[in-house]
């Protein structure tokens, strides 16, 4: 409850605001740089990838999600195991809330490294900041925080993922899909670019900064009202990712080029939630690199 009013409180303030804000959204928007400085990546430490899968005790392993105005697919936890279960080179830990209704745990059990139960609060960011907080003392690696939202669709894609970031060490996040807005704000024509968080390629380093510039706190943990939780969670690690001095790269869901984010006039993507505009949302599409 305290987040929801927490919510609303922010709500009215930006409307009271809204002047001030529109006006500093179209300075932002004018003031697009050529060339911003960018800091490197520090180097990975450690070849295994830590991939962290959340799920909700309420699910099915196999189910169906329609993303609202948009497209439906099939997704769930098995489609992920088979992802990335038994894999060479892959740590697999899944994390669940509301754990005592889940159905199929020891199949779960038998396909995982480990799996861990944690509280419902703060929901995918529950069990990311949970994986954060076991694997932060350890070696710098690859880590992928996901959900099993994502596209039942199986397709080979992580040696090529991390090629790319090897190759591109300002990037300190990729995403497989992106809103260019906030839509949980009342300031309606706003630019807020931002990767959405059912699957993200980075670091454990980077996650240090972004927990260090977060006042020592994993985004987004600990909130349960959903609209607050994609602000605070989702675009707020966007952001300190981009404050920490690094880029921000998505692979185009529409034909599987890496793309680097841009300021408004330079942003070369279509605009909005880009799930609503194609058939197949949520998927991890194979990326094409263009040399």
Not at 223 to 233: A, F, M, P, Y
């Amino acid at each position: 409850m305290k987040d929801k009013y927490k919510f609303y409180f922010i709500l009215c303030v930006e409307l009271a605001l809204w002047p001030l804000l529109w006006m500093a959204d179209r300075i932002r928007r004018i003031a697009c740089h050529s060339s911003e400085p960018f800091r490197c990546r520090i180097p990975i430490e450690e070849s295994n990838v830590l991939v962290g899968v959340h799920e909700w005790g309420g699910y099915r392993l196999d189910r169906e999600k329609t993303i609202k105005h948009g497209a439906t697919f099939a997704c769930g936890l098995r489609s992920q195991l088979e992802r990335f279960g038994g894999k060479n080179g892959i740590e697999l830990v899944v994390t669940i809330s509301d754990a005592s209704r889940y159905e199929a745990m020891e199949y779960v059990r038998a396909r995982a490294s480990k799996v861990i139960e944690v509280d419902n609060r703060g929901m995918d960011f529950s069990g990311f900041a949970t994986l954060y907080e076991r694997y932060k003392d350890g070696p710098n690696r690859y880590v992928i925080l996901t959900n099993s939202s994502v596209n039942a669709i199986q397709e080979e894609f992580l040696d090529v993922y991390i090629d790319y970031m090897e190759h591109n060490m300002e990037v300190g996040m990729l995403g497989i899909s992106y809103c260019t807005k906030m839509i949980q704000t009342l300031v309606r024509d706003n630019f807020t670019p931002h990767l959405q968080s059912f699957f993200l390629l980075t670091t454990i380093e980077v996650l240090r900064e972004v927990v260090a510039l977060n006042k020592g706190k994993f985004p987004g943990n600990g909130i349960s009202h959903k609209l607050l939780l994609i602000r605070q969670g989702e675009i707020r690690l966007s952001q300190l990712v981009r404050k920490a001095g690094y880029r921000l790269a998505v692979v185009d869901p529409q034909n599987g080029i890496p793309y680097k984010f841009e300021c408004y006039r330079k942003w070369g993507l279509p605009k909005g939630d880009i799930r609503q505009q194609i058939n197949t949302p949520n998927r991890i599409t194979p990326m094409k690199i263009v040399k």
